[in-house]
Antibody, heavy 119, light 107 residues
C-alpha cells in the first residue's frame, strides 16, 4: 500500500522560504506517476501547486511559478517542495499526492502539513 | 486557466436521500474530470476518476456522469458517513484546477 507522509516546519517567517518533504513508501516511485503538491488555505478550497514526474520537467501553477520548486529524489523516495518569499497568504495545509494515468486522479494523499506564515 | 464552478455551495439531505452535485468547466475538458470527498481535518479522498470510473473501494452508491463542460456526481441512498465536502477537479490541462466545493449537510 502506498503511503505518503509530509514533514517540515509548522511556522515560517514572512519573506522566508517554506520547505517541505514528502516520504513515499510502498509502490513504485517511477512508472509514470505525477508526484504533486496541493495546498488548502484555512476554510478554503484546494489549490494545485505543481508536479514532477519521470517524463519531463516539473510543472508549476503559473500563479506560483516564480517562487516554487518541486523535486523528487528517487534514491531517498522523497518528494520536496520549496516556496520562497512567503507571505501570510501562503498559510495553508500542504498535501503531497500521487497522480496516476492519463486522467491523473490523485489516488494517494499524505495527511497534510499545516504551515503558518507569521513573524 | 480552466475555471471549475460547483453548485450548489451547500446541499441539505437526509439519510436515504439521493443527491446530485453539479460541476461546470469554463471550457471543454472532455471527460478529464475527477471527484473527491473531504472530511474536516482529513485529506481529500478520490471517489471517481475520468468522469464515471469508480475508484477501488468506493461504494457503488456513488456515480458520475457528464462530458465536455457539464458534470454531475450522484449519491443514491445517502449514508451518515457521506456528509462531507465534495470537490471536482479537471485534469485536462495544467494548471490543474478544482471547484470550490459543495458541502453536503444533514437536513
Amino acid at each position: 500500500q502506498v503511503q505518503l507522509q509530509e514533514s517540515g516546519p509548522g511556522l515560517v517567517k514572512p519573506s522566508g522560504t517554506l520547505s517541505l518533504t514528502c516520504a513515499v513508501s510502498g509502490g513504485s516511485i517511477s512508472s509514470g506517476y505525477y508526484w504533486t503538491w496541493v495546498r488548502q488555505a484555512p476554510g478554503k478550497g484546494l489549490e494545485w501547486i505543481g508536479e514532477t514526474s519521470d517524463s519531463g520537467s516539473p510543472n508549476y501553477n503559473p500563479s506560483l511559478q516564480s517562487r516554487v520548486a518541486i523535486s523528487l529524489d528517487h534514491s531517498k523516495r522523497l518528494l520536496s517542495l520549496s516556496l520562497t518569499s512567503v507571505t501570510a497568504a501562503d498559510t495553508a495545509v500542504y498535501y503531497c499526492a500521487r497522480g496516476t494515468g492519463s486522467y491523473r486522479p490523485f489516488d494517494f494523499w499524505g495527511q497534510g502539513s499545516l504551515v503558518a506564515v507569521s513573524s | 486557466d480552466i475555471q471549475m464552478t460547483q453548485s450548489p455551495s451547500t446541499l441539505s439531505a437526509s439519510v436515504g436521500d439521493s443527491v446530485t452535485f453539479t460541476c461546470r468547466a469554463s471550457q471543454t475538458i472532455y471527460t478529464f474530470l475527477n471527484w473527491y470527498q473531504q472530511k474536516p481535518g482529513k485529506a481529500p479522498k478520490l471517489l471517481i476518476y475520468a468522469t464515471s470510473d469508480l475508484e477501488s473501494g468506493v461504494p457503488s452508491r456513488f456515480s458520475g456522469t457528464g462530458s465536455g463542460t457539464h458534470f454531475t456526481l450522484t449519491i443514491s441512498d445517502v449514508q451518515p458517513e457521506d456528509f462531507a465536502t465534495y470537490y471536482c477537479q479537471q485534469s485536462f490541462t495544467t494548471p490543474i484546477t478544482f471547484g470550490h466545493g459543495t458541502r453536503l449537510e444533514i437536513k
